[in-house]
């Protein structure tokens, strides 16, 4: 069945510097989603890609999509002590925007050094 | 709004023991989602529903069963519990979406629930 790779699994950073993880499939996506765990918490939503090419900007964070629609990435610019948490991709999407079975990659755990 | 609710939130169950895990959701989605949440395994997908009266087995369902009688109820069932099915449990609702972002799962808090 179809499968969203995550990378890094833990990323620890000096809080200011920049946070990068990527998710990677073996089939083609309609749509990939970013969603936001903190600890202790529960998941919520960041965002949702669906074009190739895409890339979308909310503040100090840059999430993108693939040329071929197999890859995304979130890049968080400066990190501050609020990004702490989990960060997972999700689909892959059954329809164009929606997802029927909606899976989710590994995550990344960030930790921020003060 | 009190968006989706998880009952209860801790558990502590023996092993062989049943329980029953419920999921409301007050947003009138079609979707519903169960998962489980272990370290290091990120959110593994056990059932889904795409509508009232309809399940479907996601990546890690052996164990468990589900129903959706109504659509803002999503059931997630133990029959005998094991000590491997000591998790956290999440439970999510989406819409199919007809725009971009419409999509978003919303989650309930969770149930920690634990196999001794």
């Known amino acids: 069945g179809q499968q969203v790779m995550q990378i890094p699994q833990y990323q620890h950073v000096q809080e200011g510097e920049d946070f990068t993880t990527y998710c990677n499939s073996s089939?083609?996506?309609?749509?990939i989603q970013w969603y936001k765990q903190r600890p202790g918490g529960h998941p919520v939503f960041l965002i949702q890609?669906?074009?190739?090419?895409e890339v979308k900007k909310q503040k100090r964070l840059t999430f993108q999509f693939g040329e071929a629609k197999k890859n995304s990435s979130l890049h968080i610019t400066a990190t501050q002590t609020t990004d702490v948490g989990t960060y997972f991709c999700?689909?892959?999407?059954?329809?164009?925007?929606?997802?029927?079975?909606?899976?989710f990659g590994t995550g990344t755990r960030l930790t921020i050094i003060p | 709004n009190a968006g989706v609710t998880q009952t209860p939130k801790f558990r502590v169950l023996k092993t062989g023991q049943s329980m029953t895990l419920l999921c409301a959701q007050d947003?009138?989605?079609?979707?519903m989602y169960w998962y489980r949440q272990d370290p290091g395994m990120g959110l593994r997908l056990i059932h889904y529903?795409?509508?009232?009266?309809?399940?479907a087995k996601g990546e890690v369902p052996d164990g468990y069963n589900v129903s959706r009688l109504k659509k803002q109820n999503f059931l997630l069932g133990l029959e005998s519990a094991a000590p491997s099915q000591t998790s956290v449990y999440f439970c999510?609702?989406?819409?199919?979406?007809?725009?971009?972002?419409?999509?978003?799962?919303?989650f309930g808090q969770g149930t920690r629930l634990t196999v001794v």
């Open positions: 890609l669906v074009k190739s090419g």
């Open positions: 947003m009138n989605h079609e979707y």
């Open positions: 999510a609702s989406s819409y199919p979406g007809s725009r971009q972002g419409e999509a978003e799962a919303f």
């Open positions: 089939t083609t996506l309609s749509n």
């Open positions: 529903s795409v509508g009232e009266g309809t399940t």
């Open positions: 999700a689909g892959p999407g059954d329809r164009i925007f929606g997802n029927e079975k909606l899976t």
